[in-house]
């Protein structure tokens, strides 16, 4: 992952650039259609190697067919596999969505817990997950920290490192509670849009305060090759 060269950032400089991203992402949210969390948690569940486009075509079938965790706790495998093989990897996700809607009904009576410990023992959910549907659909604040928050985060030299688990630590303390879901929106919404693998700097509003922008400007010679290095995908 491309990185810029400086310290971690001070928690002003942090809720600073935030605020900068946040006007050219105003009603950054998720993607993903929904109506409520147990919609939400399969629409993320799905959107694992997919894009939230692809995952927003196949849930309207999805959900008229298995509206709640009882109904999708009772399908029949080859069924889902059908509904959902344009989102890629239908086995295991499959599997997953099966597995988490019975434990939904066999543990929480079919409702989706408000609960990051609860949300990922279920089948298939991740730290990612739980935090997209906590702060999404259960009014919890989370961060969910993808490969886009990780670059990004990264280059503005609000984060360091590769273990998902450490940036969100680290954006969490430094961003009040109150903004953690949408701020971790319009971080990945950035990611997408401007600041990618290769990233579109004359179109971005952060770039005076972002630490790989001053390394590439003060230091065309040493102007990164925007590879982007393997980063361990973190569990959705
Ligand atoms: S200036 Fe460039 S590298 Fe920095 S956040 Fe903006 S798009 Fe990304």
């Known amino acids: 992952m491309d990185k ?10 942090t809720r600073k650039i935030i605020a900068a991203l946040s ?3 105003p009603d950054a949210t998720t993607e993903l259609h929904y109506r409520n969390a147990f919609q939400l948690l399969v629409a993320t569940i799905l959107s694992a190697q997919s894009t939230d486009a692809g995952v927003n075509q196949v849930t309207p079938a999805l959900f008229a067919r298995y509206p709640d965790a009882r ?3 009772g399908a029949d495998l080859g069924d889902l596999q059908q509904m959902i093989v344009s989102t ?8 997953a969505l099966v597995g988490m809607a019975q434990a ?8 989706v817990p408000a609960n990051m410990e609860q949300l990922t023992e279920l089948p298939g959910v991740g730290r990612k997950t739980a935090n997209v549907v906590l702060g999404h659909a259960l009014g919890v604040p989370g961060f969910p920290v993808d490969r886009h928050v990780l670059r990004v985060s990264g280059r503005l030299g609000i984060s360091s490192g ?18 953690w ?17 290769k990233p579109l700097c004359e179109r971005c509003v952060a770039r005076s305060l972002c630490e790989y922008y001053r390394v590439v400007t003060a230091a065309p010679s040493r102007q990164p090759r925007h590879v982007t290095r393997r980063v361990r995908t973190p569990r959705r």
């Open 4 to 13: 810029g060269t400086g310290a971690l950032k001070s928690r002003a400089a």
């Open 23 to 25: 006007t050219q992402y």
């Open 71 to 73: 109904a999708l706790s």
């Open 88 to 95: 890629g990897f239908f086995r295991q996700k499959s599997k």
């Open 104 to 111: 939904l009904v066999d543990e929480h009576n079919g409702e």
């Open 162 to 179: 590769d273990d998902p688990v450490k940036v969100e630590a680290q954006l969490c303390t430094a961003l009040p509670k109150a903004i």
């Open 181 to 197: 879901t949408q701020s971790s929106d319009t971080l990945i919404l950035h990611g997408r849009r401007v600041c990618r693998p």
